[in-house]
């Protein structure tokens, strides 16, 4: 999907978006609590770039946890990023965040963050030039050292294995909730609108961008996820 697809599809979820995904909260806990591992070496003062933001479930989590960290939501849907702002403001942590309504590549460059996460973002993007460019602003925003964690739907998609985990995949969202004619869209989304490619390939991307070998932390069915420290001093 192009840069407008994306925003527009997004804009039209965002009221509903936090209670449609509601029954897989498991998933995303999950990837939160491993996140917050994966970032507890970060300064008492760190200052995280979220990419992608969108509802800010990852701010609210780390905001919990980390009182003296500060956090740039970077989302191109207004309309996700007002849930965003709501949810800091009931929260309690509006004061340590700020919000951009657009893409990295907008932010300063020697913004200087301690970490960034880009969470189920970069497969929206086709071409795998364009992702690693992503992952590229990215780095170039991140300190020396900084980190990201980033995660995706991945697999072999011309694989056997795909489509036994797919199936798995779709049962789990029919159980949330998901009805058969969206699953069928969503399907078909997989297919067409949604990049999805091997792990490895994944990994080799973020690496091209300037940041070390990336780490596996964590999986979910195809939902992959690695951290990787900027590359260089």
């Known amino acids: 999907m192009n840069q407008d697809e994306i925003k527009a599809v997004f804009d039209r979820q965002a009221e509903n978006y936090d209670g449609q995904w509601g029954k897989t909260a498991a998933i995303r806990e999950a990837l939160f609590f491993l996140l917050e591992a994966v970032f507890s070496g970060l300064p008492a003062q760190a200052h995280v770039l979220c990419v992608g933001a969108g509802t800010g479930e990852e701010i609210a989590y780390l905001a919990r946890r980390f009182p003296g960290w500060r956090f740039t939501a970077a989302e191109p849907s207004g309309a ?11 929260e309690g942590f509006l004061a340590r965040c700020s919000f951009h309504e657009g893409y990295v590549e907008a932010l300063p460059r020697e913004a200087g963050f301690d970490a960034a996460t880009c969470f189920l973002v970069s497969h929206f993007l086709l071409d795998q030039e364009t992702r690693a460019t992503l992952f590229r602003d990215i780095a170039v925003r991140l300190r020396p050292g900084g980190m990201l964690a980033s995660s995706d739907l991945a697999s072999d998609a011309v694989s056997g294995e795909y489509e036994a985990l797919l199936g798995v ?10 009805p058969a004619e969206g ?5 078909d989304a997989y297919a067409r609108d949604v990049a999805i490619l091997p792990p490895a390939r994944v990994a080799a991307l973020i690496q091209s961008a300037g940041f070390d070998a990336p780490v596996a932390f964590y999986q979910a ?3 992959h996820a690695w951290f990787a420290k900027r590359a260089g001093t």
Do not use: F, S, Y
Request: hydrophobic share 55%; proline share 0%; net charge positive.
């Open 221 to 223: 069915g195809l939902i």
């Open 80 to 90: 996700m990023l007002d849930v965003c702002r709501r949810k800091a403001d009931e």
């Open 169 to 178: 995949w779709m049962n789990m969202l029919a159980t949330a909730g998901i």
């Open 183 to 187: 699953l069928a869209r969503m399907r």
